[in-house]
Each structure stands twice: as C-alpha cells, then as structure tokens.
C-alpha cells in the first residue's frame, strides 16, 4: 500500500514536472514586437501622432463647421450639416490621449532619465499644443490627472480655462530647457525643426493662449517672440507614397474617401474672390487652396496646391503669430498703432512675396473706418491663413464669428465637440448630461 | 493538487487490486457474427450472477473458469443484442451474434475518442451520421450539419465557395475570445482557424475583403463516418481549455473487418445553386439629382472631380424612348472625348441634363431600357463531386482509402470558384493479443477564387447595388479614355459614376471589372497525419499512444489592377502565407475492474501535448510600376512601396487527466474526470497550472423501478457538473511597442515607418497583463433520455445552465488615462438553455418506414458583469457595431437612435423631422428567441424521401445594404411619388428646412431646384408624412440625410431576423435486389436528388436572415453588401462494388 503510495507521487510529481517543462520551453512574449522603444524612436512616433491629430479628421470637421470645405456625399452631409454625434470623436479623442499626449509623456521621462533638455523641451511643446487644441475644442478636458491609469483610472475634467493657464508654465519650461542646449533633436524628422524654430514656436503658442485669456500685453510679447518668418513654421512633412507620409486632406479626398468633401459651397473662397481691391488680389491664393469655379470649388490637390500630397502641413505659423500681434496690439491700445498696422502688413508682405501673381500693399490705417474694422481685417487674414487647421474653428468661436462665416443649417454655429463616446463609456468624471454641439465653451463666450 | 494526488491513489490501488473466485471446470468457444461467420473479437463473457467473466480474443474465442454443474453465460458486445446462454454439462460453447440495430445508433465517442453506449452517459451529446451530412447537398462539410442537432448553431456566412460558417454550440462561453468549437479528428485536435490574413502589415479587416474559407471545409466529407457533438462542459472537460466551446469529434470512416473482401463505392454528384435572396431595386428613377438625368459624363462637373453616385434622377417613364443623344462631335461644348473598348468600339458620353428647372429634366437620355445588376454579376453555379473509395479488411486489419475531388464554380460569374482534391488513408493492423497499431493520413488541396465584398469600394456588391438602374454594368468595363484633346490613357474602368472612364478613380468598381480583372487567389496545402498504439498487457488494461500533427499552408494572392477605385487605385498586390502546424500526443492508460458482482469500473489516466504554432510572412506593394498586365510580384513597385510583413505565435498546453467510470447494477452509472493543465500563454509571475474536475451521474430508473413495457420501454435520468478553464491568447502578459502610426476611422494614415519620419515606435494603446488567470466556465446539466413504444421513439431534454466567469477581454478604459484598452479577466457570462432532442420510426412495416426526428432549442444569454464598461465592441462599423453590453446579450447591436422624449416620442427639429441621439444605445438583439428543426425520413422499397425544415423565432438583423441602397435611391423603397399644389410646395419643407418649392436655393441644400410643372404643382420623388409636427415631405434630402443608411442612426434599419427554411428534401432509390446484384456483380446503386434551402419564409429583405458580414467573428447580425446566399440543386449517383 504504502509502496504504491510511493510510487504513485513520484510517478505523479515527474509528470507535472513535465508538463510545466513543456510549456515553459514556449515564450510568453510575442518574438515579433519589442516591449520597449529608444527615446529617439519614441519622439518620431509621437511627431507622427502629433501631425495627424492636428491635421486629420477634427481638422476636416473643423473646416466644414469654418467655412473652408464643404460636406457633399454620404457621411459627410449629416456632419457637414451640424448632425454630430459622441460616435465621431472616438478614434480623435484617443489619438489626442493615448497617442500624442502618452507618447509625450514617455518622451519626457526618458528624457529626464537621459538628461536630453532639448528633447524634453519637444515633447513639452508637444504636450502643450495638443492640449491647448483639445481644450479649445472640448471645453473641460482631463489634464491634471490624464496619462496616469494608477492612480487615476477616472481622469478627472478640469475646468478649460484652468487647462489653458497651465499650459503657459508648461511652455515656459520647454523654452528654459531648449534654450540649455543640452541634448540632441534625434528622432525629429516629421516635424524636421531646429531648437531655434521650437522655441519661437513656443513663444507663439503662448501668444494664442493668452489671446484666448484675453490677456493682450503678454500676447503681444509673446507673439514678437515667437515664429520670425514663413521658413521658421513649424509644419508636419509630408510625401507621396501611399499609407506612410501623403498629406492627410490629399489622402482622405483622393484615395480614402474620394467625393465626400469639397468646398463646392465653402465661404472661403467666395470671401477670396470678394476681397479683391485696389491694394488686393486673392487670384493666386484662391488658386492655391482651391479649384474649380463659382459654385463647384474643390481642394487644390496638385503637388503646388495647399492640400498636395507632398504639401507640408502648418501647424504653428509666422502668420498666426504676426496676426496675434496685430490683433493684441490693437485691443491693448484700443486703436490702429504703428506696430498694429506693420504686423498686418508683415504679413501681406510675405503674402506678396508667397503669391508673386497676387497684390498684397501694405495697408495705411486710412484705409480702416476705426479699429473694429481693422481687427475685422486681422481676424479675416487670420480666418484666411489657417485654412484647414483646427485653429481657424477656434478662432470663429473666438472672434464670435467676426468674419461672417454662414451658417450651414439651422440658426447656429457648433460651439465645441462632443465628448467621444469610448470617453464616456469608462471615465466616471464624464460631465452628465455632456454638453451639446451648440453650447458654448468658457473661454469662448 | 491534494485533490489530484487522492484521486490518482486511488486508480493506482485499482490497478493493483484483484478479485479471486473458486474455479474447477474450463469452458471454452467461438464467437462469431450471424450475418458473416467472421470472428467477433472483445465480446464479454460473464458467468451470470458473477463477476467471474473474460473477453474473446482475436480469433473470437475465449476459455472461462465455471463451476462444476449448471451455470449460465452473458454474451454481451456492443453493438450486437446480449445473449443468456445455458452451459450445461458443455465444455464448448459456441456462440453467434446478432447485430443489434436499435442499439447500434446509441454508441457514442467519447471526448477521447473511445465509444461507449449512450444508455449509460450522465452528459448530452448529439450523434450525426456522416451520410447525413454527406446527402444534405451542402458542398462543404459545416452546413451540411446544420439543423441537424440541438444547442447547436451554424450559420453560413456567405454563399462564396468553401465560406466560413459561425459555429456556436450552447451559446457563447467568451466575448472577444474564440466561440468556434474544438474540432477532433479520429483523436486528434485540428485547426479551424479562419484568418483574414494581413495587408500592409496590418490585420485585414472583418468588414472589408473577402469571406475566407473554413478550414474544415478542407475535410471530405465522404469521408466521415459519424460527427459526435460534445456540448457540456463536463463533456468536454478531458480536452479542457480549448474545449469550452463544445467539442466536434468527427469519425472517419473505416474499412470493414468482413472476409477479404475489397469494397469498392464511387459517387459523383452534380449540383445546380443559385441566388437565393436579391435586394428588391426601384427601375423608376434614372441616375441623377432632384428629378434631373445627370452621370456627370459631359462638361458642368458641379459634382467637383467625382462622378455622381445618386439614382435621384428624372422619371424614366417620362422619358421619349429611343437612342440616347451622345456627344461625338469634337466641337460641341459638351464634349468630353469617348471610350474605346478593346474590340475598337467606341463609347460617348450620354448628355447630361443642365440640372435647371426650364431645361428637360432627362438631358440626352432617351432611353427607358433599365438593367438588373443582377444579371451583370449572377450565373447558376454547379459544382461536380466524384469521390471513390477502397475498403476492405479481415480479421487482422483493415484499410480504407479515399480519394475525392470538388470542383465548383460559384454563382459569379468569374473567377469564384473552389477546387478541392482529398486523399484519405487509414488502416489498423492487429499483430497479435497485446498490440494493435492504427494509421491515419489525410491530405487536401484547395485552390480558389474568391471575391471581394462588405464595407470597400471594391466589393462586389457595393458598386452592383449603388448602380442606377438605367446604367448597364455589363457593357462595358474597361478599355481606354480618349480625352478631349484626343489623348488616351489605357486601363481605364467603365462605372456608373465614371460611364467614358473619364475618372482615374471610378469611384466604384464596375461588378464585372471586379470579377474579370481583381484576384483573390488561394492555394491551401493541408496534411493531417496521426498514428495509434494500443497495448492491452493484460486483459483488463489498455495503453494507448497517440500522436497527431496538422499542418496547413495558405498561399494567398490579393490583385487590384490600376484603375481600381478607391485607395488601390494605384495597384496593389498582396503575396501571403498563413501557415498553421499543430501538434498534439496523449498517452493513456485504461483499466476495467470489477470491484463486486454489481459494481463495475473503468479507470483511466493519461497525458496530453499540444503545440500550435501560426506564421504568416507575406509583402503589399502598391503603386505598380508595370501597369499594365502588372506581374505577380512583389517588386513591381518603387522600394519605398513595398511593405513586407511577418507575424507569428506559439503556445503550448499540456495536462495529466484522470477519470473514473462506475456502473452498479448496471443501473446507476458515475463518471469523474479531472484535469491538471498547464499553458505557455500565462505570465511567468503566476503559476501557470490549473486544475478542473466534472462528474457525472445517470440512472435507469426504468430498470430499477421495475416500470418497463411496451409503451415506456426505457428511461434515464441524468446529472453534469462539469468546470472548464479558458486559458488566455497568447501574447497578452506585456504592453508592447508598435510601429507608430497615425489612424482614423476614414482610412487615412501617417506611418512612421516612411522615409519621410526616418521610423518611429510608440506605446500600444492597450495594456498587458501578466496576471491574466483562464477564463473558468461552470455548468451544470439535468436531463433525460426516454423511449417509447417497444424503443421506437425517443425523447432526450436537457436543461443546462452555465456561468463564465473572468472572461478574458480588452476593457475600455478612458483614452485620457493613456491607454484604450487592458486585457483582463473582467467579465462575467450566464447561459442558460433548453435542449429537446426526439426521433423515431411513426411507422415501421417492412415495406414502408416514416421516421420523424427533431431538435428544438432556447437559449439565453447575458453579460452579467463587464468589469466597469457599458459597451464593449466585437465587430462592425463606428455607426452601427455588435456589442457585449452589461446585461444584455452577447453580440447585441448598438448605434445610434432617433432622439427620444420620455414617452419615446420623436424629438424634432424645427422643421417637423426627427433628431438623432448624440449616444449610441442597445438597438437589437441578434440571437434568436429558440430554433428548431423538424424532419420526416421516409422509405418505401428502395426509395426514401427526406425533408428537413429548420425555423428561427426573432432575432434582429441589421440591413445595412438597404440602408445604403436608400442613401443612393436605387432601393424599391425609395420609388414613390407625391404631387404638391403650388400651394403646399410653398409651405411644406422637406429634411433640408427648405419647401420643396425653394428646395435647392439654400446654402446646406442637399440637391437642386425641382422642375414645377406647368400648373405650379410640383411632382417630386417622395411622399408625405408627420412624425408629429405636422406635414412634412420625404424626399433625396431625408434618405442622403438622416433617413439614409449615411445619416448618424441606424435604429430604423433593425428588421426581425425570424425565418423559415426547407432546409433539404431528398429523394433517393437503391438498387440492390438480389436480381440486380447477381446481373450487375454489384452490390447496389443509389440514385438521390437534393434540394437545398428551397424555400426560406423571412421577413427580412435583400439577402439570407442567416448572413452575416464579420463572418465567424464574434459579432453578429450584420448585412453589409454581403455577398449572396444560395439555393441547391444536387444530383448524385453512387455505385457500390
């Protein structure tokens, strides 16, 4: 009996031994993807998300809701007409999160670990730009407690102007750390800029927040700061091999979802045609963001056209800046100055100098009826230079919609985006009921 | 651990134990089979009333201690009726067997692949005879089970050759996880893995491409003897994780162990199929916008760079007649150039209308001729079967040799079609008392072509439904585009919306280009090969070795030529090979003991080894540098084109099993199994072992109450307790680094790989998990299994509950924490059912038979936790998706609704129309209220009749392709026709906010200014309704709006799924009377007609209730430009020698 015993556990215990031998032998670890990436590798890939969240499809919603594009086939009517629902902004939302912002996170701490200031600097830049954009589109978003499934697995929303202000400290300290000089641009090649061209960069995101804050002296400073020149924008890169590096608009209108959105009835290039003057002539431009004519106007996709499929992506840009300054000038001392008007007129100068065909003179204050009028004519240049970014959506609700962009259906414009459905779902701190697309945000009343 | 060591002590005392008896005279004899004289070997031989007994050996004898005077001796095998014979005074005893058919169809297979009696069992399994499935006229091997068992549900994907069918036995024990069942053959695990495959490095999509094939279509079905359907978890529990699905056990066929003699059968079978469902269309309304004719062919290209995909046209009715009015001439306006076809013809362009209401509304187009898409695409498929077979076999072993060949042509009418060739070889040698060793060698080769459908502008179905009925698919497809200035460009594709090939992009792909000119090609080399050992020492213990390997290779070939539409309209080819090799050994030990005159016992303990590895190395190049006729190869690109891909998984599972069988009085029967399991798949920190026990018990109360007779001849009553373990995906312990890119849900990327980035990685947006645990399902089962009527008709319920707790799946997190999604055991499952089973012979004479049989089946399900998630995504689209949501059932159909007050009236807009939800919600239920399926079998002399009807109670579906084809105006729905006063069309707005007499002037209005009539009344396309705020007017602005399958809700395009099918009905007739045997030196001919889903009763339109456009995935209930189902014609001879 007991000799059975006996037997039967070690008979037992080689057979378990065994199996568990067995399949120890096979990984767990899947041999074709690494568990871990170089800081380099991560600021390429973070670069990339960046680019095509600011570029992708808030952009196009943004710029059918902005007067730029029009909506005219299959799902793209309903958006284009303000039918807007939380199922649109998934895939957005997480690409702000979990992609851009995450990734930026793991660039900093890399970062910090490798002492890379410079790096660090970037992905600060990163981090600020993208959710100053959520912000503005959003309203109340998580910040303080995003990015941390620990401690936070209900990200909490924090309030979109207290979003804003903390994003200005943020940009400071990506400026103190570029300006070190310690450490490298490795990885760098989507966005492809200089130390120098990242900290006028940041300058100027810190002239948009606090044009946002209404807060116009420091907008100002920040805006003579910030970006110098058009060769000085920061702009995603774009090329022409299919599914790797086209520019998103060519992408999404000519081989992804072709006919779904022109500008056939867009405002944009009506108001082009109508601001020819004496000092003015928008041919050349009108013929780089579009073609077609009256009625049928369609995205300029020709590899000189805006929407090429090599055709950087701007992001952060001169005109913006100067245009920041114009405007903050002219608020802050309640009237046309010397340096309001130069601002503008830097920026009809490059214009000039981009369109050679075109006419861009420099303005003289007699040619405005007051201030208003030449905020107006700041705030429509402004309108008119940040075709297809988000910006120009935030800029509407901003100047409460100074430029007259029509409204496509109904009695409003959309005021903000909904939150994305995923969101919803699985954090608890999602405001209840979620603000519609009509409802104002903080800073843009 | 404790636990497995008692139990394996107490098998190993068994093994050990013996039983003495007095003896002092030896009988011994033969025993044989009636019908033949053969030796009938493993017969019992018990003294009655003792446990004294032995078995007949190899030649049929056997030799038994028995005492001095009298005695009697139990016969029993089984298989054959038990016979009481008297020794008296004899020390030879020779016995012949009689066959018993009765119970004969009650021997069943075991999870390890043993045969036991059915009386006996304490669990459920279904039985299906492998002829059944063979005559049901299916050409693959999964639908011909359908109907045929209970809890078991199998629903074809698609009418494509050799498709994929979803198989789910008793509901669904996992979420995201596999639901297919565990597929044995002859003990052996094999794949049926139906993987999309990848392009561009990526996983190809559920809803796009093409349906794959299952491979366990690549099985003969000729050559399969039974299909043992193991539903329990206690049933299963001895292939443990991998059989939480149920188990399929599939028998093939063996030659016989009559004298010498080789049998020889063949049968060939021709079949007829044809579409089955079709989308009804409207032909009342030609391409166009608002009333006017336009194809965007000539000049005005207010439609920017696309051609215009609307059926919104003028009234073909209204039409002249006659030829259309073309531009050829260089110098008008209008001119566009023409299309030159290969064979020279020359196309131009129908004038379009000017769009303007003082113009004619019908432009150039004369014609009132429409086309059915339909007949662009569609041909009666066939398909020729031959299968031969070889058997034979003495009382030393026996072969069976198989060799089959499948030929079919789908129902499109090119390049649809699957060609299969099967060889099968198996024998046993028996070399003496102590070894008898088996073989088993299958190996299958298919090719097919197979074509693109679903949510892609290069399905099949997707241009064919969008088509305008006044435009001929079939004309012309490709050719060249002469522009105006005279110059050609070759490869040019001829659509609706591009009818000269004027467009690069066509927008659509013409059906018939898609068919002519695309390829989606695969070569599968399939080899299955196992071997048996069994050792039986001693006449109470067997050991058996057996050792299995499956290996498959699918080479697969995916060509969009340039000038496809859409993002490959470039070119693009995909070279891949998804390889699959398992392996798997089980060495096993079994034991019979009788442990008193009434208790009996069986013991078992064994081992078990499995390995599946799955590869997949393949390359997509796009942008081809050969255009023209472009080569097979992966370098007809430049460099920075060309993606190669590779991909690769191994797990391994291996286990100690143990079960015990006891029989009292042969009355009350327990069985109890235990497994102990270890995987490769769980993380290093957590101890991979797990163990999981079942048991089960049954009682002939018939017996023991002593309640027999002619009108209840048999009753068992039945319990299952039964716990299986789910072990994880491999691969899912860590959060890994990807290659980063950028996506969004329109198609559009940004990959860091391009030389543009230099190459980037970034964090995966889903967070591993080392701690997963395996999935563990509990179930319990009672049931029944009653005969009536001398065991002429017989009744089998089961009730069976189970809960799936920890279900492994990726729970949702909030983007904002940095990660979308974490695998983890989060969820929990309750299923619960009921199960009836009933058959018998109505009437049995000797001329004439009716047999009835059914199965009818109801089953519930719900996700009884989801770990925080209110809905988790399975399958399906960003607007319309099958879901797990907390307490509803799996797969439920989720997307947005029409926003709603309290009272769930309609929420409108200003303008009388309702307004969508800003949320998704629960819109549908997929799964079915109960199934059943009912079938008579009847034979007169030579002929029988079989007619099998299946039914399906409720279910949602969701019509998706309707949806769409009311966007585009070309469904039958869409045909209607209201004319306004002047009145009326100045104060009644349509979805645009606009009257329909202003309609077209607005900025926002979808279409243009209708065309009044002379009276200022207006006749448009549309009618009138009020959804509550008075009278408002449907028209193109509310189907291309919210009433369309684009607009944002898709509630009002749930249909009821429930359907009625004759599934099959075959008539047979057998020549094998004595006459005809001796004439012919055959042993008989068959002749059979097959009809297959002859008939479906449905309510749901457009394509079979059954579909389903994520095919086996885990969603379901979806119809998107599925491709079609279809209907049978099977004709079949089969003559044996």
């Known amino acids: 009996m007991k000799k059975f015993r006996y037997k039967s556990i070690v008979i037992l215990a080689f057979l378990l031994a065994g199996c568990q031998a067995f399949v120890e032998n096979t990984s767990e670890f899947d041999p074709t993807r690494p568990v871990d990436a170089d800081m380099k590798l991560v600021v390429t890939g973070m670069e990339v998300e960046f680019i095509g969240t600011m570029e992708g499809d808030l952009a196009r919603t943004a710029g059918m809701w902005s007067g730029y594009f029009t909506g005219v086939d299959r799902q793209y009517i309903p958006l284009n007409n303000y039918v807007s629902t939380a199922v649109d902004y998934v895939t957005a939302w997480n690409n702000v999160y979990s992609f851009t912002l995450k990734q930026s996170r793991i660039v900093q701490d890399k970062a910090n670990v490798l002492g890379d200031r410079i790096t660090l600097g970037i992905a600060q830049i990163i981090e600020a730009n993208i959710i100053g954009t959520a912000a503005a589109l959003w309203g109340d978003i998580p910040y303080s407690q995003a990015i941390n499934l620990t401690q936070f697995p209900n990200p909490a929303y924090d309030p979109q102007a207290q979003v804003i202000a903390s994003l200005l400290p943020l940009l400071d300290a990506a400026i103190a750390n570029l300006n070190s000089g310690v450490g490298t641009t490795g990885g760098n090649l989507p966005l492809n800029a200089t130390t120098t061209q990242y900290i006028a960069a940041a300058h100027s995101l810190k002239a948009r927040y606090y044009l946002y804050q209404k807060d116009y002296a420091n907008a100002l400073a920040e805006a003579n700061l910030g970006v110098s020149s058009n060769a000085n924008n920061i702009t995603g890169k774009h090329g022409t091999t299919n599914d790797q590096d086209r520019n998103i608009y060519y992408d999404f209108t000519q081989r992804q979802r072709v006919g779904y959105m022109t500008a056939k009835s867009a405002f944009l290039p009506q108001r082009l045609t109508a601001r020819a003057s004496a000092k003015t002539d928008e041919t050349a431009r009108l013929k780089f963001f579009y073609t077609g004519g009256v009625g049928a106007y369609d995205l300029n996709v020709s590899a000189t056209g805006f929407f090429g499929s090599a055709s950087s992506f701007p992001i952060v840009t001169y005109y913006e800046t100067r245009l920041i300054a114009a405007e903050a000038d002219a608020k802050l001392n309640n009237g046309i100055t010397v340096n309001g008007l130069a601002a503008l007129n830097a920026v009809r100068a490059a214009l000039a100098v981009q369109f050679p065909t075109g006419k861009y003179l420099a303005y003289v204050a007699a040619d405005f009826a007051d201030v208003n009028a030449f905020i107006k004519e700041v705030q429509e240049e402004k309108w008119i230079d940040l075709i297809g970014q988000i910006e120009g959506f935030n800029e509407i609700r901003r100047t409460n919609n100074s430029v007259g962009v029509p409204i496509n259906v109904g009695t409003q414009l959309p005021q903000r985006y909904i939150y994305s459905q995923n969101e919803i779902n699985s954090n608890t701190s999602t405001p209840n009921p979620i603000p519609d697309l009509f409802t104002k945000t903080a800073i843009f009343q | ?1137």
């Not at chain 2, 031969?388 to 030929?407: A, E, H, M, P, R």
């Open chain 2, 1 to 1137: 651990m404790r636990k497995i060591l008692q139990l394996n002590i107490v098998v190993m005392l068994m093994l050990f134990t013996s039983v003495a008896w007095s003896q002092t005279r030896t009988v011994s004899g033969k025993v044989t089979a009636v019908d033949d004289g053969s030796a009938t070997p493993g017969v019992n031989v018990v003294l009655k009333g003792t446990t004294n007994g032995t078995t007949t050996d190899g030649d049929g004898n056997f030799k038994l201690a028995v005492p001095d005077e009298g005695g009697t001796l139990v016969f029993s095998f089984i298989g054959f009726s038990t016979q009481e014979v008297d020794i008296g005074a004899r020390t030879v005893v020779d016995v012949q067997m009689n066959p018993d058919i009765k119970q004969l169809s009650e021997v069943v297979v075991t999870a390890l692949g043993l045969e036991v009696s059915k009386d006996q069992l304490g669990y459920t399994t279904s039985k299906v005879g492998g002829n059944a499935v063979k005559s049901s006229g299916e050409a693959t091997l999964i639908n011909g089970l359908s109907g045929k068992a209970a809890g078991v549900l199998i629903t074809r994907t698609s009418g494509d050759p050799g498709a994929g069918s979803y198989i789910q036995i008793r509901g669904q024990s996992s979420i995201t996880g596999n639901l297919q069942p565990l597929i044995v053959l002859d003990g052996v695990p094999i794949s049926n893995t139906n993987d999309p495959g990848m392009v561009n490095g990526n996983a190809a999509s559920a809803t796009t491409g093409v349906v794959q094939q299952s491979r366990l279509n690549d099985l003969n079905a000729s050559d399969i003897e039974s299909y043992e359907i193991l539903k329990g978890a206690s049933a299963s529990a001895l292939w443990g994780s991998r059989a939480a699905n149920g188990v399929i056990m599939i028998t093939t066929k063996k030659g016989s162990s009559e004298k010498g003699k080789i049998n020889i059968s063949y049968s060939g079978s021709y079949s007829m199929d044809q579409i089955l469902f079709k989308h009804p269309r409207q032909n009342s309304y030609g391409q166009g916008i608002s009333g006017y004719y336009y194809a965007n062919s000539t000049g005005f290209n207010r439609f920017g760079s696309t051609g215009l995909p609307y059926s919104f046209g003028d009234k073909i009715a209204n039409r002249p007649g006659g030829a259309d009015q073309v531009v050829s001439d260089p110098l008008d306006p209008n001119y566009q150039g023409y299309f030159q076809t290969p064979d020279g013809t020359k196309i131009y362009p129908i004038l379009d209308s000017q769009i303007d209401p003082n113009q004619p509304v019908n432009g150039g187009k004369n014609s009132k001729t429409t086309y059915d898409p339909y007949d662009a695409i569609f041909q009666t498929g066939h398909y020729f079967d031959h299968n031969l077979s070889l058997s034979g076999g003495d009382k030393t072993g026996n072969f069976y040799l198989g060799i089959g060949n499948l030929s079919q042509q789908g129902i499109v009418k090119n390049n649809s079609d699957y060609q299969r060739t099967t060889i099968k070889f198996n024998n046993e040698k028996v070399f003496n008392k102590v070894v008898k060793i088996g073989t088993n060698f299958n190996y299958s080769r298919i090719t097919s072509n197979r074509i693109q459908q679903g949510s892609n502008v290069n399905g099949l179905f997707l241009g064919g439904m969008r088509s305008a009925p006044d435009f001929n698919n079939a004309a012309a497809y490709q050719g060249t585009y002469y522009n105006k200035a005279g110059l050609g460009t070759v490869n040019r594709q001829v659509s609706y919306r591009s009818p000269i090939g004027r467009l690069a992009d066509p927008g659509y792909d013409n059906p018939v280009w898609i068919y002519n000119n695309n390829r989606d090609r695969s070569e599968v080399d399939r080899f299955t090969g196992s071997f048996k050992v069994d050792v039986s020492p001693v006449d109470w213990l067997t050991i058996t070795a057996r050792a299995g390997v499956d290996h498959f290779s699918d080479k697969r070939t995916t060509l969009f030529p340039v000038g496809s539409a859409g993002a490959v309209n470039s070119g693009q080819l995909t070279l891949q090979t998804p390889r699959e090799t398992q392996f798997n050994a089980d060495i096993f030990a079994r034991a019979n003991f009788d442990l008193s005159t009434d208790l009996k016992m069986n013991a078992l303990i064994g081992m078990n080894f499995n390995q599946r590895t799955a590869d997949n190395v393949g390359g997509t190049t796009q942008t081809f540098t050969v255009t023209t006729n472009p080569p097979t190869n992966l370098n007809n690109s430049t460099a920075t084109n060309r993606v190669p891909f590779n991909r690769y998984s191994q797990q391994r599972v291996a286990a100690s099993y143990l079960t015990a069988d006891f029989a009292y009085k042969n009355q009350f029967f327990v069985g109890l199994t235990g497994r102990y399991e270890a995987a490769s798949t769980y993380g290093r920190s957590t101890s991979p072992n797990y163990f999981y026990p079942s048991a089960n018990g049954a009682w002939q109360f018939s017996k023991t109450l002593g309640i027999e007779n002619k009108t209840f001849s048999f009753g068992k009553l039945r319990v299952a307790y039964g716990q299986v373990a789910i072990q994880p995906g491999p691969y899912n312990t860590a959060t890994y680094y990807n290659t980063s890119t950028y996506g969004e849900s329109w198609g559009s990327v940004l990959n860091s790989s391009a030389t543009t980035y230099g190459g980037g990685y970034e964090q995966s947006s889903t967070l591993g998990n080392a701690n997963l645990k395996p999935e563990i399902k509990t179930e319990i089962e009672f049931g029944g299994d009653f005969k009536f009527l001398d065991n002429r008709l017989n009744l089998g319920v089961t009730y069976f509950t189970n809960d799936v707790k920890g279900v492994i799946l990726p729970v949702a997190l909030a983007g904002s924490t940095g990660f979308t999604n974490k695998t983890a055991n989060a969820a929990s499952l309750h299923n619960e059912g009921i199960e009836v089973e009933i058959g018998g012979d109505i009437v049995r004479s000797d001329a004439f038979t009716w047999n009835l049989y059914g199965n009818w089946t109801r089953l519930r399900n719900k996700v009884t936790d989801l770990a925080g998630t209110s809905s988790l995504f399975l399958a399906g689209f960003t607007g319309t998706s099958s879901r797990a949501v907390l307490n509803q059932p799996v797969g439920v159909l989720w997307g947005v609704d029409f926003l709603r007050d309290a009272a769930g009236k309609y929420v409108l807009d200003a303008n009388g129309f309702p307004k969508a939800n800003s949320q998704e919600s629960v819109l549908g239920n997929p799964n079915p209220d109960w199934r059943a399926g009912l079938g008579s079998a009847f034979s007169y002399k030579g002929f029988s009749l079989n007619i099998l009807f299946e039914h399906s109670q409720g279910g949602d579906i969701w019509a998706g392709t309707k949806s769409i084809m009311y966007n585009f105006g070309t469904h039958a729905d869409t045909d209607h026709e209201v004319t306004l006063t002047a009145a009326e069309a100045a104060t009644l707005k349509n979805y645009n906010g606009a009257t329909i007499a202003q309609y077209g002037t607005l900025t926002g209005n979808f279409g243009f200014p209708y065309h009044p009539n002379t009276d200022g009344s207006y006749t448009v396309r549309g009618y009138t309704t009020d959804f509550g705020g008075g009278k408002v007017v449907i028209d193109e602005s509310w189907y291309t709006g919210l009433g369309g399958g684009f607009g944002p809700v898709s509630s009002h395009f749930i249909q009821k799924a429930t359907w009625t099918r004759l599934r099959e009905v075959s008539l047979s007739y057998s020549l094998r009377s004595d006459g005809f045997r001796k004439a012919t030196k055959l042993t008989s001919v068959d002749f059979q007609v097959t009809g297959r889903n002859l008939f479906v009763w449905t309510g749901f339109q457009g394509n079979d209730p059954e579909t389903n456009l994520t095919g086996p995935t885990n969603g379901r209930g979806m119809d998107y430009f599925n491709n079609p189902a279809t209907k049978s014609y099977v004709f079949t001879i089969k003559i044996n020698y």
